[in-house]
Structure formats: C-alpha cells, structure tokens
C-alpha cells in the first residue's frame, strides 16, 4: 500500500502546486532523494505543521523504509540551539558558509517553512519529543519540569529494544527538569548536588560543542551495531 499511497500524494502535490488559484500553503518543502526517480519536487499542502504531520509524511514519501529488512534504523537527532536560518548559506546567506549543514540540505530534506510552538528552548524540545503543544504538556516557560509519565520519542524507541542516549550542551535541557525519560544515558553536567554546590564539571550554563561531539561518538563507538537512538545538543 506504501507505493499507492506515495503516487497518490504525489499526484495531489503536482496538482496543488500548479493550480493558481489556491491559496498560499500552510506548508511547504523541497523533498529530494524521496525514493523518486526524477528531480527535486515541490510538494504544498494544506495543513498545519505538526510532528504528527511531519512523521507521516516520512512515511508516505519513503516507502522505501517499509521495503527494508528488519533491522533496525539508528536514529540520531541534533538540535543546535538558538540558530537562526537566515544566517545559514543553505538558505542563501553569504557572510559566513555551513558547508557541514549544507551538505545535510543538498542530500535530504530542506524544509523552507517551519515554525516551532514556542521560541524558548525546554518547552520547544518539550514540544519536539512528545508531539504535544505547551499547553498541552504544561511547559511553557525554562525552568519548569516535564510531567513524570509523558510519552516521548525516547521512551517509544526504547521500548523497540533501541539503546537511548542524549548528549547536552546547555543548562537549559539539564535532567532536573525532565526531559531524560526514556533515554538510557543522559549526559547533563550541570545538576546541582543536593548542598547546592554546582557539579564541578558544569562551566557555566553550557558546555563547548566539542565536548558534547565528543562524548556523542564515544558512546555511539561503544555501541557499534546495536540499534540506538541519539539525541545530541
């Protein structure tokens, strides 16, 4: 059913994106290397941005991930905090070049339209891991502690037999506040001891982004073959 439900899709994308008398879309993407034998593709839809959205998208446009064997994916998901889009060169900005993220764009997926549920960073990865908006959730603010219980896209992998890390790089995502559910380890160094004396590896509110790669790789080499999902910010 994957193949049908991917022609039909696209089928409905060719005829919306070249009707004119539709409206601007809600949602718009450049899908590349889809498991599509032509160019790139503009694919328009009307509908608001969800995760819920985004992963059946993923599964309509690849059907080529229902064909694979069983084994297990390793999923690795990286956040970089606080990056404006308009100060990448894969969207056009010449001041300075991103050829690593570039490289992300040209081989997958580059969405031109996406808008995050809250501009504040826990309660936007909050929002990102448990496919629920802040109200929702009730993480509206830093500082403010992820329910005991939710659902997250850790916590599912997980119970899939998945090895669950995270790798943090900012006080913001620190474990006292929650989001470590589901995951196995959770590298945070900023939890303060119970006298109130900060962790003496804690620098600060954040750690350098060589740091958290580093410690991101030795644990993927550690666990070299397993199925694995990591989370590296």
Known sequence: KAPSAHRALTAHSQSVALSPARKSPSFRTVVRNAGQRTG??????????????LVLLVGLLCPCF???????????????????????SA??????????????AQGGTLFTHAETQVPLTLPSHTTLFT????????VEENGERVPT??????????????????????EFLDRRYGLDQGFDDYDSPFTH???????????????DGALVVRGARQWLEAHRGQPVFVFVH
């Open 193 to 207: 001891e119970a006298s109130g004396v900060a962790n003496p590896l804690a620098m600060s509110l954040r750690r």
């Open 66 to 88: 229902a064909q694979q064997s069983p084994r297990a994916v390793p999923v690795i998901m990286i956040s970089i905090d606080t990056l404006r889009a308009d100060h990448l």
């Open 91 to 104: 969207y056009g900005y010449t001041k300075i070049h991103t050829p690593h993220l570039d490289s992300f």
């Open 131 to 138: 496919s629920t908006y802040p109200f929702e959730n009730r």
């Open 40 to 53: 790139p593709r503009e694919l328009i839809l009307k509908a608001p941005i969800t995760p819920r959205l």
């Open 149 to 170: 219980g939710v659902v997250t896209v850790a916590s599912v992998l997980q119970s899939h037999g998945y090895r669950t890390a995270a790798f943090i790089g900012s």
